[in-house]
Nanobody, 124 residues
Framework: QVQLVESGGGLVQAGGSLRLSCAVS????????MGWFRQAPGKEREFVAA????????YYADSVKGRFTISREYAKNTVYLQMNSLKPEDTAVYYC?????????????????WGQGTQVTVSS
């Protein structure tokens, strides 16, 4: 059974940092993109960042470029999202996702697997 389990969310002041983790199990994701999406109340789920599990190539939404960093650790089967210089508009539920690399990593509808989400709240 495939599982993606997020952790690391919480409440932080504007300008602060958080690191989200996504522990993956149940299959090999070698040919996948691993990504992070977020969804704020009343808004659609939006792409945040993605990484090629095998090659390590990274992709970012313009809104987080230069502030967020996605990475993966083979030994722990874990994907991370380091979030710095957080802003109130970053407040959302953050989801880990996986999609075969033949499909679009930035389209939520294309992703095959999802975690349960973790809440990130940034206060002003």
């Amino acid at each position: 059974q495939v599982q993606l389990v997020e952790s690391g969310g919480g409440l932080v002041q504007a300008g602060g940092s958080l690191r989200l983790s996504c522990a993956v199990s149940g299959r090999t994701f070698y040919r996948y993109y691993m990504g992070w999406f977020r969804q704020a109340p009343g808004k659609e789920r939006e792409f945040v960042a993605a990484i090629s599990w095998s090659g390590g190539t990274t992709y970012y939404a313009d809104s987080v470029k230069g502030r967020f960093t996605i990475s993966r650790e083979y030994a722990k089967n874990t994907v991370y999202l380091q979030m710095n210089s957080l802003k109130p508009e970053d407040t959302a539920v953050y989801y880990c996702a996986a999609v075969d690399r033949s499909r679009r990593y930035d389209d939520a509808d294309e992703n095959d697997y999802w975690g349960q989400g973790t809440q990130v709240t940034v206060s002003s």
